[in-house]
């Protein structure tokens, strides 16, 4: 033991020795340079030009939304200053005795019975995927709806995987067949197409042969009983017009901050970027609900397609494709509820942004190429209703007011333009905000919340136009059955009754509860993004002094209460 000992330490002098007559001797300090001065040289040369670049990028783009959106509000400034009203720019005139058909409840009253000859056909669509909550409300205002009996049919297409909730929407459907409606309740072996399989399934039945026109409202959607009498007449008295959209009233706007700023978004989509497109180009995205189509232009158009996870929008391009117009009427409202949970929301946003992206990864080409519209349509659907709506839009939120911005502030070299930062940002948000003055107080918080979900959305974006990860991912946007909350009217005119149940039959079954775990309720990449840029407003306070440190405190404290799950509200 003793010798191995002195052996060992033998060696270890032996090394310490030659060490000490090395030539070379290791400078710490001078590592420490040269490291320093090989990241000054990256940053030089890689770091700042590339931040550059998306300062210059990001300032483009701005300009490029900007003047999108001073463009609709022109146009709809001249269409309100000009009254150029759906009815004054196409031909409007009531179906046989429809003009005294709309408060009445009696068909034989109405006049309707008498003129039925003169009603069109129409087929009323409503896709069903495991909707407890709103499923009697649906069918009830479809079977409500203003039309001669034997010249409408109702359509239920049940795709639910529940087996309680598809024998009660069922029952619903019989229990609505015997007071004489003419609805048909429809089933599949397979949820192949999801949504678009459904609806494309439905056409293939022999009775939609007779049927001209197709109404559709998913779930959650309530049409006014007149409603195919102020629409359906478009598309009788103007052979070119294949879609008839109108616009989504919402029933619990005011249930949280969440719905709230849901509706601000949804306005100014509705009552400005459709109006804008259908006074201008005679196009629009169809939004896949409270909308009416001829059927001959669906079949010119090839059908349904699930391809996308936004077959409503691929359907309305491929048909404007064939040269066929659309038309929005703002004027007609259908009741619909807002996803109030920021998980349904987020579901929601992924499909919204996702599905555009790679739809026009799949026709940009076919766009440019079409020979039956014009250049101008085909400028409008490629550079302004896709890239700059459906991707710029998505990309500038994030990169710019997320990244770029925050960014800035570790880097001295970068300076970005007063206008680029307050003033054209600014005229944006305030364009956008018109579409619901009562909610201007709440503009600030709703643009902080727009960004955080711009995060959401560009990875959606990216994902569709690289048609990877969860492209083809279709969720349901739940609903909580928050039409029910809706005051009856005092009057008793729009009254529906909620509660028809058999009372053997139970409404909800008895759940279990399951355990939460810790890490699973919250978003880290909110959180993440957060801390990142609050990082930054602390730099810039204590070193950079650029004046972002205000906007950023507040933007990353956003990312943190959604990170955390504080906004919408908490599902039963």
């Known amino acids: 033991m003793s010798s191995s000992g002195g052996v060992g330490s033998g060696v270890a002098e032996e090394v310490a020795r030659l060490w000490r007559e090395l030539p070379v001797r290791m400078d710490w300090a001078a590592v420490a340079a040269q490291w320093a001065g090989a990241a ?45 009203r759906p009815d004054r720019r196409y031909k409007w005139l009531p179906i046989g005795g429809a003009a005294a058909a709309t408060s009445s409840e009696d068909d034989e009253e109405s006049g309707l019975v008498a003129d039925a000859a003169a009603f069109p056909m129409v087929l009323v669509q409503i896709p069903m995927f495991n909707e407890r909550e709103v499923y009697k409300l649906s069918i009830g205002a479809a079977c409500s709806l203003d039309w001669p009996s034997d010249r409408v049919v109702i359509q239920v297409l049940d795709d639910s995987t529940d087996l309680v909730v598809k024998d009660l929407v069922e029952k619903e459907c019989q229990k609505w067949q015997g007071k004489g409606v003419n609805i048909k309740y429809e089933v599949r072996g397979n949820r192949k197409g999801y949504k678009a399989g459904a609806l494309k399934e439905g056409l293939k039945h022999d009775y939609v042969k007779e049927c001209e026109y197709i109404a559709m409202f998913d779930a ?62 005679s196009f629009f995205g169809f939004n896949g609900t409270a909308g009416v189509w001829r059927i001959a232009a669906i079949d010119d158009a090839g059908g349904w397609k699930d391809r996308t996870t936004v077959e409503d929008m691929d359907l309305a391009v491929r048909a404007t494709l064939q040269g066929w117009k659309f038309v929005y009427v703002g004027d007609v409202k259908v009741k619909s ?24 990864k799949k026709m940009m080409v076919e766009i440019l190429e079409n020979k039956k519209v014009s250049f101008w349509n085909k400028i409008h659907l490629w550079y302004d209703f896709f890239f700059v709506g459906k991707i710029a839009a998505h990309t500038v939120t994030f990169i710019y007011y997320c990244f770029v911005i ?11 333009p007063l206008w680029g930062v307050v003033y054209v940002p600014t005229v944006i948000t305030l364009c956008k905000a018109v579409g619901t003055p009562s909610s201007f107080h709440l503009v600030i918080l709703w643009v902080l919340f727009e960004n955080v979900m711009s995060l959401h959305r560009i990875k959606a974006a990216v994902t569709g136009i690289l048609e990877a990860g969860r492209v083809n991912e279709w969720v349901v946007t739940e609903k909580l059955g ?71 405190f507040i933007q990353g404290l956003a990312f943190l209460i959604v990170g955390f799950d504080y906004i919408g509200v908490c599902p039963p």
């Open 40 to 84: 000054a040289a990256a940053r030089a040369a890689v770091v700042v030009p590339a931040v550059r670049a998306l300062v210059a990028v990001s300032l483009a783009m701005t300009v490029m939304i900007l003047a999108e959106k001073l463009f609709v509000a022109a146009v709809c400034l001249a269409v309100r200053a000009l009254r150029l």
């Open 220 to 281: 959650d959607f309530q049409p006014e009983s007149d409603f195919l009498l102020r629409t359906v007449p478009f598309l009788v008295h103007n052979s070119e017009i294949a879609l008839v959209q109108t616009r989504w009233k919402f029933v619990n706007a005011n249930e949280c901050l969440l719905t709230r700023f849901q509706e601000m978004s949804l306005d100014y989509h509705f009552k400005y970027e459709q109006e804008a497109g259908s006074s201008v180009y």
């Open 337 to 360: 509820e807002l996803p109030s949970t920021f998980k349904a929301y987020r579901f929601q946003q992924h499909r919204w942004s996702c599905g555009p992206a790679n739809l026009f």
């Open 406 to 416: 925050p960014v800035s502030v570790w880097l001295p070299e970068i300076e970005i």
């Open 482 to 552: 928050d039409a029910n909350k809706t005051k009856p009217d005092t009057n008793g005119s729009d009254a529906v009754k909620v509660i028809d149940v058999e009372l053997t039959t139970p409404l909800i079954p008895k759940l279990k509860k399951r355990r939460t775990r810790f890490w699973d309720k919250y978003h880290y990449s909110e959180i993440f993004v957060g801390i990142c840029i609050i990082l930054s407003g602390l730099y810039d306070v204590l070193y950079a002094k650029k004046g972002y440190y205000i906007f950023l």
